[in-house]
C-alpha cells in the first residue's frame, strides 16, 4: 500500500519540483520573460488568454481524435493482415518504413494541394504520423504466436483464420495498447503540424500567430496547455490498457 501511494504521489511531487526550480532559476538570475518567462507568469498568460487557449484547444482536440481514430482502426487492420501473413509482412514492411521515414511537415503541402486550408490536412496529418507504431506493435504481437501453439491447434482442426483471431488477436492486445500510448502523442504532434501550416484554427495556428507577433507569454501559455492535454491523452490510454490488459503486466519490480 504504501508503495502504490508513493507511485500516486511521485508524478505531482516531480512536477511540482520542476515548477518551483524553473521558477527560482528565473527569478534568481532574472531572466527576461522575453527569453524564458518563469511559471507564474505563464499562468498568468494562461489565464489572461483563457478564452482564446479553450476555443483553440478544443480544435486541436477534435481533430487529434479523428486523425487518432483513422490511426487505430487503419493500424488495428492492417497489423493483422501483416501480422497473420509473412508474405504481406515481408512484401508491405520496405514501403511502411520508408513512408515513415518521410518527415510529416513535408506531407502537409501536398494535403493542402489536395484539400486545401481546413480540418483536414491537421487530421490527416495526425493520421499518418501515428498509425505506424500500431501497425508494428499489432503484427508483432500476432506474428510472435508460439508455433508449438499453432501446431497443436492445427492437430485440433483449427484453421488459420481461427488461430488468427482467438489466439493472434487476444496475444497482440498488450503490445496493442502499448502501441496507442505512443500514437496519441505522434497523433497530438501530428495535429499541430497540421494546423501550424493548413489551418486557420487550433492550437498550432495560435502559435504560429503568436509567435509572428512576438507575443511570447501567449506561446508559452499555449505550449503549457498542449503539455497538459498531451499528459491528459496518454493517461486515458494508460487507463485504458490497464483496464483491458490487466492480466498481461505480472512485473512486480521494486520501488
Not at 70 to 79: K, P
Not at 194 to 205: L, P, Y
Not at 223 to 234: F, P, S
Request: charged share 10%.
Amino acid at each position: 500500500m504504501k508503495t502504490k501511494n508513493q507511485l500516486a504521489a511521485a508524478p505531482w511531487v516531480f512536477t511540482v519540483g520542476f515548477f518551483l526550480l524553473w521558477e527560482l532559476v528565473c527569478r534568481a538570475f532574472k531572466i527576461s520573460s522575453f527569453i524564458l518567462p518563469a511559471p507564474s507568469t505563464i499562468l498568468l498568460a494562461v489565464w489572461e488568454y483563457r478564452s482564446q487557449l479553450t476555443y483553440h484547444a478544443l480544435h486541436t482536440l477534435w481533430m487529434t481524435f479523428a486523425g487518432f481514430g483513422l490511426a487505430v482502426g487503419f493500424g488495428l487492420l492492417l497489423g493483422m493482415l501483416l501480422g497473420s501473413s509473412r508474405l504481406i509482412n515481408a512484401g508491405s514492411y520496405p514501403l511502411l518504413v520508408g513512408f515513415n521515414s518521410i518527415p510529416k511537415v513535408a506531407v502537409v503541402p501536398i494535403l493542402v494541394f489536395w484539400f486545401g486550408v481546413g480540418w483536414v490536412p491537421p487530421v490527416l496529418t495526425a493520421f499518418l504520423i501515428s498509425f505506424f507504431p500500431i501497425v508494428v506493435n499489432v503484427a508483432t504481437g500476432i506474428a510472435t504466436v508460439e508455433p508449438e501453439m499453432e501446431d497443436v491447434l492445427r492437430a485440433l482442426g483449427a484453421s488459420k483464420k481461427d488461430i488468427v483471431f482467438k489466439i493472434g488477436v487476444p496475444r497482440a492486445m498488450p503490445y496493442f495498447f502499448g502501441s496507442l500510448k505512443v500514437a496519441i502523442t505522434l497523433a497530438y504532434v501530428g495535429s499541430v503540424i497540421g494546423e501550424q501550416n493548413a489551418s486557420n484554427v487550433g492550437i498550432g495556428n495560435l502559435l504560429t500567430r503568436a509567435s509572428a507577433a512576438f507575443e511570447v507569454p501567449l506561446v508559452w501559455a499555449a505550449l503549457v496547455v498542449l503539455a497538459v492535454l498531451g499528459v491528459i491523452m496518454y493517461a486515458i490510454t494508460a487507463y485504458a490498457e490497464r483496464s483491458m490488459t490487466g492480466w498481461a503486466q505480472r512485473s512486480q519490480m521494486a520501488a
